[in-house]
């Protein structure tokens, strides 16, 4: 059976007095003595009265919540995204609200519509794989809704946006590549509706053409982002014959699933092959697997504090561009010449 919650009119009848006294002495507001106010608290306490903490946050100008949508909690990148938000959230004395879209853009969409009918003080998003344009994103900024995207972002719309600067760790990531003496590398690459899978792979042509490489048919592989992509597309290379030394993968999954296929096929790694990744998941230190850093934990609180300038400063806001630099992290994987 469920229990009745105590409301505000159930203290005042108990007491014999008015709702509005209640609720002056419950919000610690002007107007009723310390003796009343004593006597109120005493018995909601003995009632099990739960006050409504957001709704009290309305009424004294704002909610104390902060909203965060991420395609998926169960990637190190966006944990630590979570962690980095959480920290700057909570010195502000805010909660977070962490909304998955799956990957999903229908629960995206209801993800955003869920956090604006909970009147969020703000919003936090990374977008799913399936968002193309910003449409339901825009009901954000109509409402006036202090907004930032951070890793995937919309690129032409108008907001504040934290990025990692995907362009040059994959250019940095392939030029290293080369210097190991690697000259065949096949990328794999992501979505081309994503902003840093598109930038990843310009990185990857840039660090080509700076050693007068001109990539060949077949050498970008689209859309390879899975342990298992990543080890059906190798498992293809090797029984093709498709002339490779390296793989780049913009993803680590995609990198562990090519490395299970050379191990599988008995290839050396980084002998005959060097294998490369991108976001430096925790595994990757265990298979001595070279990756790029995205520093997911410093992006987090970034785009945090961005938003709460937005908060704080509203509606006089300039949006701003902000650019973390990743780290590449070389291992074993690609260390061909030692």
């Given amino acids: 059976m469920m229990v009745k919650k105590v409301t505000i009119k159930d203290i005042a009848r108990e007491l014999g007095t008015t709702t509005s006294t209640v609720s002056r002495a419950i919000s610690n507001s002007d107007g009723i003595s310390e003796k009343k106010r004593k006597q109120v608290l005493a018995k909601a306490r003995a009632m099990g009265y739960e006050p409504n903490l957001f709704a009290r946050q309305l009424r004294q100008g704002g909610s104390r919540t902060i909203g965060l949508i991420v395609p998926r909690i169960n990637r190190v990148f966006f944990s630590n995204v979570i962690h980095g938000v959480e920290i700057i959230a909570r010195e502000k004395g805010y909660s977070v609200i962490i909304c998955q879209s799956h990957e999903n853009k229908v629960r ?3 993800n955003i519509k ?24 825009l009901e954000i900024q109509k409402r006036n809704i202090p907004f930032v995207m951070f890793d995937r972002v919309f690129e032409k719309l108008d907001a504040n946006k934290v990025l990692n600067d995907n ?19 096949v990328h794999f690459a992501g979505p081309e509706n994503i902003n840093i899978y598109r930038e990843r792979l310009r990185g990857f042509l840039a660090g080509l053409e700076k050693h007068g490489i001109n990539p060949e048919k077949g050498q970008i592989l689209g859309n390879v982002l899975t342990k298992e992509k990543g080890l059906e597309e190798t498992n293809r290379l090797i029984e093709t014959s498709y002339p490779f030394d390296a793989i780049f993968a913009a993803s680590d999954y995609s990198a562990l699933g090519a490395l299970l296929s050379l191990k599988e096929h008995r290839i050396d790694v980084p002998g005959m092959v060097g294998v490369a ?12 697997l070279t990756t790029v850093d995205q520093q997911s934990t410093e992006m987090g609180k970034t785009a945090a504090r961005l938003l709460f300038e937005g908060i704080e400063s509203m509606p006089d806001k300039t949006n701003k561009e902000i650019v973390i630099k990743p780290e590449l992290i070389i291992r074993n994987s690609t260390l061909k010449t030692g």
Avoid: W
């Fill in 277 to 288: 990744g991108f976001a430096n998941e925790p595994f990757t230190e265990l298979l001595e």
């Fill in 108 to 110: 995206e969409d209801e």
């Fill in 114 to 137: 869920t956090l604006i009918s909970n009147h969020v003080a703000g919003i936090l998003m990374s977008v799913s794989m399936e968002s193309e344009k910003a449409d339901t994103h």
């Fill in 167 to 185: 362009f040059h760790a994959a250019r940095q990531l392939t030029e290293h590549l080369i210097e190991q003496g690697y000259g065949r590398i």
